[in-house]
Structure formats: structure tokens, C-alpha cells
């Protein structure tokens, strides 16, 4: 059955969600699924925003056919060709083969990639960065959002509306369940961590073309947001606004400590546990702690961008970090985190390596320090290292 909703008069909500996947880009923990959103633009010409992905193809074409009641289908808006969004393109031109593409060079030569559609030229209307396409009372106007997550990804501003066709960015881990804004949810409480963990994991690295995206949309009144995962924005945006901002600048959202650990046998987490109740007697408040071997890596990195300092806990294995650690720090690195604080804890029982390994690791981000002093347990923390970690508590908190 169709089941679609109305945005405003002309812009109809044609997406869906799966339940079921459990790892989206068979990467990410997904326990609350995920939403693919499309979109149709009704004005004298019917335009299309981006497809779904194929496992909610059905559901997708039949809120197409039931929004266009009768129309046909003048233009398919490409604005990312990552197949969550573009998986049905072949499929939409099979349907609707009238339907021209509007999309820039680079997408032009994605879609050859990924199809083997053989397209003529003529079914392209190939755009640039600051084009318009007139559509009756609308006017689109195509933005380039590079690395926003891929190169040829594009944002489109409906000057009419005062709508945002934001593709990857303003996107939300999680299915919708018939609340599409997220003025109808409690979106602090129940999404903002995983809106997220949805940036930061997707997008993170690239938060200096976030950043020149955020200074592009500043110059237009956007009164809706429209993105390709989760919520639609009416109201309340500069909430969101501020937080993309914040990630993109790699700015931490709160003055906090984070604790994680590796252990094999408990010991190295008894030494970051005695941390964590010195800073708490100290009264620093909601501290977390994150055992990196129970807790999937997007979780990690994505509380990393939140807060200020991260404490990192881990014995030495097989002469160097133990894995799961480093494999963390490893996916920490290659999310390009910036201005943060670190405080290193390892443990050894004949040779503790992994605290010098842990920083030689994180020495290449931007901006970021060592608070010391740094802890070494050799198997098990004693009594006379207490003053050690209370030291380590007052710099921390000094440092915060
Ligand atoms: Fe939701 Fe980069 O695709």
C-alpha cells in the first residue's frame, strides 16, 4: 500500500524505512533501522529527488505511481549516487524512460558505472554548481557538496519553498514510524546520539567541506530541511544547524570525560575504574566508560567527537596495542578528530608498549594534546600508583 505524506502542497515525503538491516554499508550498527527518503516536487513539470534503496523498492514505487496520480515523470534529481539512495535508478528509467536526469558531470559518469543503461546524452540535463532549472513556480538551484560524503554530491534549494534538498547531510540513523519531522519526536533525547554517530561516522573526516557547505546554505533562508536519512526540519534548524557546525569544526559538544578500555583479564579496567571514581569524588559528572571489546567502534568515535577528553586504557598485546584498541584508535584516526585532550593508561606484565603506541598513533591529529601523567600498571594497579592516578584525576580536571 502507498504510504506517503505531504511536506507542503507541492512536495510530497516518498520514502521508507527498514526494520531489518542490522548493519548499514554493512559497517554500522543500525538496532532502530533506517530511513531512505525520496521526494516529489508537483509544479507544471513533476520532479523527483533521488531513489531508495533496494530493499524498500516496492514500497517506493508504489508511493511514486499513487504521488504522481496520472502525471508523468519530467525530471529524476540525482544528488548522491551511493546506492542507499541511487540502487533504483535503473528500475525508475525501466518504468518511467521519458524521465531525464538532471545531475552533474561527475554523476553523469557514475551512473555509467554502476548501470549498464547506455543513456543518450539527451536524457541528461547536465548541471553545474549555482545552475537553476525553472519547474512552473519553483525554481531549483543545484549546490555542490563535495565530499559531503562523495565528490559528486550536490544539494539542490528550492527557492519557492524555501527548501534544502540536503542528500547525506542533516541525516539521522533509525526508521521513521510515521513521524517524519522532527518536530512531531522527542529528536534530543531519542535521536541526537544517533544523528550523531550518523555524521560523524559517515561524514566526520570531512568536516572542512561540511564546513564550506554550512557557509553556503548561511547565504540562503531555508525555512525546511530535506535529507536522504531520518528527520525532516520545519522548525527549531539553527538546533541542528549549531550542532553540524560543531562536528564540522571538530568543536566538542561538552566539557566531559570519556573513559576507554581494553582488558583482557579486568585488570586494566580496575586501574581506568579507579579513574573514573577519583574524577567522580572530584565531582566531574557523566563520565562514560566504553569497553572497546563490547562496544562497536561508530559508538566510540562518535561520543570522541562529543566530548573533551578522552582517557584511553589498554594493555600491550603481541608487542604492540591490544587489538581491539588499536583497530578503535586506527578507525579514530582515520575520522580526522581534532582538539581534543588524551590521557594514555597501558599495562604490561614484562614489557608495557602499548601506551607509547597509543600515542605514536594519535601524535598526527590536529590540535590534539597529552595529559599526563601517563599511567603504566605492570599486570595489576598497587596501592603506591594511587597518587599517580590521582594526579592524573586533578590534570584532567584542570584541563577540562
Ligand atoms: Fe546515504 Fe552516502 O549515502
Not at 566526520?204 to 531555508?222: E, F, P, R, S, T
Not at 586494566?268 to 572497546?292: F, H, P, Q, R, W
Not at 598513533?361 to 600508583?385: A, G
Amino acid at each position: 500500500m502507498y504510504n506517503i505524506r505531504k511536506i507542503t502542497k507541492d512536495l510530497t515525503w516518498l520514502g521508507a524505512s527498514d526494520h531489518r538491516l542490522a548493519l548499514f554499508e554493512n559497517i554500522y550498527p543500525i538496532p532502530h533501522g533506517i530511513s531512505y527518503n525520496s521526494y516529489l516536487l508537483n509544479d507544471e513539470k513533476t520532479v523527483l529527488f533521488d531513489t531508495v534503496d533496494s530493499s524498500v523498492r516496492r514500497q517506493f514505487f508504489e508511493n511514486l505511481q499513487y504521488a504522481l496520480n496520472g502525471k508523468k515523470l519530467d525530471f529524476a534529481v540525482i544528488h548522491h549516487m551511493e546506492p542507499d539512495h541511487c540502487a533504483e535508478l535503473s528500475e525508475l528509467l525501466r518504468i518511467y524512460p521519458q524521465t531525464k536526469i538532471v545531475c552533474n558531470a561527475q554523476t553523469q559518469k557514475m551512473i555509467a558505472q554502476f548501470f549498464e543503461l547506455n543513456l543518450p546524452n539527451e536524457q541528461f540535463i547536465l548541471i553545474k554548481d549555482g545552475d537553476c532549472l525553472n519547474i512552473g513556480k519553483h525554481t531549483l538551484n543545484f549546490i555542490a557538496a563535495p565530499m559531503v560524503h562523495w565528490p559528486e554530491v550536490m544539494m539542490t534549494y528550492d527557492s519557492c519553498d524555501k527548501i534544502l534538498f540536503s542528500a547525506d547531510a542533516f541525516g539521522t540513523f533509525g526508521a521513521l514510524n510515521g513521524n517524519i519531522f522532527a518536530d512531531e519526536v522527542s529528536f534530543e533525547k531519542d535521536y541526537l546520539d544517533e544523528a550523531r554517530r550518523y555524521y560523524t561516522n559517515i561524514v566526520g573526516k570531512y568536516g572542512l567541506q561540511v564546513q564550506n557547505v554550512l557557509k553556503k546554505a548561511a547565504a540562503l533562508d531555508i525555512k525546511t530541511i530535506c535529507p536522504l536519512h531520518g528527520f525532516i526540519w520545519r522548525d527549531n534548524l539553527n538546533y541542528f544547524i549549531d550542532k553540524y557546525t560543531k562536528w564540522a569544526t571538530y568543536e566538542p559538544e561538552d566539557k566531559a570525560v570519556i573513559i576507554v578500555y581494553g582488558s583482557i583479564y579486568g585488570n586494566t579496567y580496575d586501574a581506568a575504574s579507579v579513574l573514573a571514581t577519583k574524577l567522580a569524588e572530584d565531582g566531574i559528572k557523566n563520565i562514560k566508560m566504553y569497553d572497546v571489546s563490547k562496544t562497536h567502534a561508530s559508538y566510540i568515535i562518535s561520543e570522541a567527537f562529543r566530548v573533551s577528553t578522552i582517557v584511553l586504557a589498554a594493555p600491550t598485546y603481541n608487542g604492540g596495542i591490544f587489538v581491539n584498541m588499536e583497530n578503535t584508535l586506527r578507525d579514530l584516526v582515520a575520522h580526522n578528530l581534532q582538539n581534543r585532550r588524551f590521557a594514555i593508561m597501558d599495562n604490561g606484565t614484562w614489557a608495557a608498549l602499548a601506551g607509547k603506541q597509543m600515542k605514536d598513533m594519535l601524535t598526527p591529529l590536529k590540535n590534539c594534546s597529552f595529559i599526563e601523567p601517563t599511567i603504566s600498571v605492570k599486570s595489576s594497579l598497587k596501592k603506591e600508583q594511587i597518587t599517580q592516578i590521582e594526579a592524573l584525576a586533578k590534570e584532567i580536571e584542570n584541563n577540562l
